[in-house]
């Protein structure tokens, strides 16, 4: 369900995705309206959902994580409940920093940071030998090209 957005909502999300720690009241200042219906408004994108969460950017390397990885895994059964089962188990591995459900020859596209290649290789036998998996194909990343942590609002941004 798509939410209407005014001029100042969109100014609202561009904002606090370039720096989500500001404060209502300089948040308020950029977009130009007072603080207590900025703040309302802030609140109101939480409540539709709009606004998700709040969160940190981390450096995986800097903190050991020096490999990144994808792993494409092909599953022998595509029934409702075994996509589920494996969805679930991706949950609960913490080498996994995203994942996506696709259409064509692969079920999951997971996104993995491991601190090394061998840890790397122990984390994809495990997933081989996870129940329903027919195969896994993995590709190591050489660097990285792009990282947009954003949502593209220029389509709705008002034209200035």
């Known amino acids: 369900m798509t ?17 989500g720690r500001m404060t209502n009241v300089e948040l308020s200042r950029r977009v ?7 703040l309302r408004r802030v609140r109101a994108l939480e ?21 990144t990885a994808f792993a494409m895994v092909h ?8 996509l589920a089962a494996f969805e679930a188990r991706i949950g609960r591995w913490p080498l996994v920093r995203a994942a996506w459900m696709l259409s064509g020859e692969v079920d999951f596209l997971m996104l993995c940071v491991a601190p090394d290649l061998r ?12 129940p329903n998996v027919r195969n896994v194909k993995t ?20 034209k200035t």
Do not use: M, N
Request: net charge negative; with cysteine; aromatic share 6%.
């Open 3 to 19: 939410v209407r957005l005014d001029a100042v909502d969109w100014k609202i999300l561009d904002e606090l995705q370039r720096d």
């Open 32 to 38: 130009g309206i007072s603080a207590p219906p900025c």
């Open 47 to 67: 409540e539709d959902g709009i606004i998700e969460g709040y969160r940190a950017l981390l450096d995986e390397k800097r903190l050991g994580y020096d490999l």
């Open 75 to 82: 599953l022998t059964s595509q029934a409702e409940a075994d």
């Open 119 to 130: 840890t790397f290789q122990a984390f994809v036998l495990e997933i081989t030998a996870a």
């Open 139 to 158: 590709a190591l990343t050489l660097k990285r090209a792009k990282d947009a942590p954003v949502v593209p609002l220029e389509a709705g941004l008002p």
